[in-house]
């Protein structure tokens, strides 16, 4: 099949309708242990990587993380 004729999996299935597998609910409980592993970060930019995650986490509380 040429390049021309190759249809991209955004072309037939759109993000939110694709498959994948949940990985974890996202809870109060699982944002805290992800803030606490913040605090136990041994160099800054880790402390900051995971302050950000459990930030954004934070705000998606009730949903699923999906692989």
Request: aromatic fraction near 8%.
């Amino acid at each position: 099949m040429s390049k021309k004729n190759q249809l991209k999996m955004d072309e037939v299935f759109p993000k939110q309708y694709r498959r994948g597998v949940v990985s974890q609910q996202i809870t109060s409980d699982f944002v805290l242990e992800i803030y606490e592993k913040a605090k136990r970060a041994k160099t800054a930019k880790r402390k900051l990587e995971l302050h950000k995650v459990a930030e954004t986490l934070s705000q998606h509380i009730g949903q699923f993380l999906v692989e």
